[in-house]
């Protein structure tokens, strides 16, 4: 079945720092991906996401590319900011479930001191 | 504000008894997702509903049940607790019957069995 995989956190960075969260899959056909996040006491809001090979997805700085030959969509941002704190979750949805639901992966701590 | 409603926040109850989680989508979204988060298991998708038809089903236990009502709350429930359901239980909605676009979560409500 389909599975993605995070890279465990907590993550800890300095302001400014560059921030990179490792993402791969696993599915049949041509997922769509995700990136969301869930701040403290919050539901996860879309950050990005890509629909087919080699989109690149963007929003407040962050990106990710959508790369089919290594099955991955890591999550990237130049310069991270304390707000950027949270939980970052990658998911993806597969056409064999007729994209209606999300496989997410367990989620990474991102923790940034000013 | 997603301006997605979920009560109660929170809930603590005990083994072997019954409740119901409610959940408002957004106005004018017909799909109604839930999902749970564990720290043993992660987010897992339960069950969709569009426009009050039961659409897709995940890793949902018997013991649990779920309807989409007319107006187009959508209410979980959970019955024959045990500790191991303790959980923050998300619902989404979307506008779409399959989604390519995003979805809209909650807040959650955390579910205490004791």
């Known amino acids: 079945g389909d599975s993605v995989t995070q890279m465990e956190g907590p993550v800890t960075l300095s302001e400014e720092a560059f921030l990179t969260i490792n993402c791969t899959y696993t599915?049949?056909?041509?997922?769509?991906l995700f990136w969301y996040v869930q701040y403290p006491g919050e539901g996860l809001q879309l950050l990005l996401k890509?629909?087919?090979?080699?989109d690149k997805g963007s929003n407040k700085g962050f990106e990710a590319t959508y790369r089919k030959e290594t099955t991955s969509f890591h999550l990237e941002k130049g310069s991270v900011q304390v707000s950027d704190s949270a939980v970052y979750f990658c998911a993806l949805s597969s056409p064999d479930t007729g994209r209606r639901a999300l496989t997410f992966g367990s989620g990474t701590r991102l923790q940034v001191q000013p | 504000d997603s301006g997605v409603t979920q009560t109660p926040k929170h809930l603590i109850t005990a083994t072997g008894q019954r409740v119901t989680l409610r959940c408002s989508p957004r106005?004018?979204?017909?799909?109604v997702y839930w999902y749970q988060q564990s720290l043993d298991q992660g987010l897992q998708f339960l069950i969709q509903?569009?426009?009050?038809?039961?659409?897709a089903k995940g890793n949902i236990l018997e013991r649990f049940s779920a309807q989409q009502f007319p107006d187009l709350h959508s209410e979980l429930n959970l019955s024959s607790l045990e500790l191991g359901d303790s959980a923050l239980y998300f619902c989404?909605?979307?506008?779409?019957?399959?989604?390519?676009?995003?979805?809209?979560f909650g807040s959650g409500t955390q579910l205490s069995v004791l």
């Open positions: 599915a049949t056909g041509y997922p769509s």
């Open positions: 989404a909605s979307s506008p779409e019957d399959t989604f390519n676009e995003k979805l809209f």
């Open positions: 509903y569009y426009n009050g038809e039961e659409r």
């Open positions: 106005s004018g979204d017909l799909s």
């Open positions: 890509a629909t087919k090979a080699d």
